[in-house]
């Protein structure tokens, strides 16, 4: 993903801003919110500088967007099944961490 301004970034910033704001008022599913928290900690580097360092958007908004912006951090969003087997293939804490801290 580039910085600049085209269709393809304007429609990640709109998709990526009405799941965000989706959020408030609608509970995610549990496969989607380990996918979100699974992102971001893929993601220091973005979150710290308060922009994806692909693209330049807001790194908590852009990781709702289903296309994933940077497939060597992260694969595109996943339905729940898929989750389920690809979280059998990760050795990352942080996911578990999370969850963890969840319960």
Sequence with gaps: MSKEINVENIRSFLEGNYKYYKKVFVRQPDHIQEQLAYRLSKCGDC????????????????HFVSQSCNPDRFPDMMEAEEWEEFKKTLNDEALHDKEEDDS
Aim: net charge positive.
């Design 47 to 62: 979150v710290e500088a308060k922009a994806c360092v692909g693209c330049g958007c807001p790194p908590i908004k852009k």
